[in-house]
């Protein structure tokens, strides 16, 4: 057991709700030189106690082909997460359904030329490829990393929304992340193409570092995610705000968060983001290994279901599976 395991195992706790069926649908796989994770690990956090039926994979650079054209080195990553999905489906390594999407990326400034990528992606995994995941955080300031290729205003690029428009033609979704003062940008993207399923990731990325501080961001941010809300084509996923770029600290701490600890300190953006969008565009999202920086997988659906203690039965059903089941069109 490495440093980390051992700080994560200080705090454990049973499953509540053990028997309500998960979705997870946000999870990456990744050979790092410090950090690896794979069908074992993810097998290892989903068999924490919670009903997780299916998974959905989504976009970290893994596997890019070594070689060949550079806009097509992406779907090696769809045909190396397929080949993860095959072994899960072998029923070997339980029911659970690893990787039953697959979400990867292409580069939207192709323009309408980024259709032989999808394409592409599409033959790689036929029955599992669902949509791309074109990252766009950049900010201003120092101390904030800007992701390769990214630059003001990308979203409204012309090359971007004709990017995007292939999308539709194919029936396949976006999923979106960026930094929270961005928001705004993919409403203006949701408006212009109406008929593209948008996946809002972690929350908008609302940020607790350099300039930014939680308290002070909160009001405007709420405003954003309202305006947001009013594009029927956009989803979001309630997650990935224990990363450290959000500012809570949690990996400093001698002990890990406990369930009632994460979801006191969260559970505003949790409920809000369910108020403006509605459980059926709402779905709980691990977003591991990246948020096991901070807590264990365990503990993150237990705070997901104490945040959930007050809705309907029905609406569970939606936040915990139903809307990922829709969304990337996965059954189990």
């Excluded at 929270?180 to 993207?189: D, G, R, S, V």
């Excluded at 059926?280 to 977003?287: A, H, K, P, T, V």
């Amino acid at each position: 057991m490495n440093q980390h395991a051992e700080w994560l195992a200080k705090v454990t706790e049973p499953a509540l709700a053990p028997e309500l069926p998960i979705i997870d649908p946000h999870h990456h796989l990744w050979d790092h030189p410090d950090s690896r994770y794979f069908l074992d690990q993810l097998l290892e956090d989903t068999n924490s106690g919670h009903n997780v039926v299916a998974t959905v994979f989504v976009q970290c650079g893994a596997m890019y082909r070594a070689d060949g054209p550079l806009h097509l080195r992406p779907v090696g990553e769809t045909e190396f997460v397929n080949g993860v999905a095959a072994q899960s489906a072998s029923g070997i390594y339980g029911s659970m359904r690893a990787c039953a999407g697959i979400v990867s990326h292409a580069d939207l400034m192709l323009g309408a030329e980024v259709g032989e990528v999808l394409d592409a992606h599409l033959a790689a995994a036929p029955a599992r490829f669902r949509g791309i995941r074109h990252i766009t955080a950049w900010d201003p300031h120092d101390g904030i990393r800007n992701f390769e290729g990214t630059f003001a205003g990308m979203m409204a690029d012309k090359r971007f929304i004709d990017g995007a428009k292939q999308l539709v033609k194919r029936g396949m979704s976006f999923d979106a992340f960026f930094y929270h003062p961005q928001i705004p940008e993919l409403t203006a993207l949701a408006r212009a193409v109406p008929d593209l399923v948008i996946v809002l990731d972690h929350f908008g990325g609302p940020l607790g570092i350099g300039p930014y501080k939680q308290a002070e961001i909160f009001a405007q941010w709420k405003q954003d995610m309202a305006d947001l809300a009013k594009c029927p084509n956009v989803n979001v996923k309630l997650g990935g705000i224990n990363m450290p770029i959000s500012g809570f600290g949690w990996h400093k701490r001698d002990l890990p968060p406990t369930s009632v600890a994460l979801a006191t300190a969260t559970r505003d953006y949790y409920l809000h983001t369910i108020d403006c969008f509605g459980p059926g565009r709402c779905m709980f999202e691990s977003n591991f290994p990246v948020d096991k920086l901070s807590c264990s997988y365990g503990v993150l659906w237990n705070a997901f279901k104490r945040i959930a203690a007050d809705f309907s039965a029905s609406e569970k059903a939606a936040l915990f599976a139903g809307c990922a089941a829709r969304v990337y069109r996965v059954s189990v």
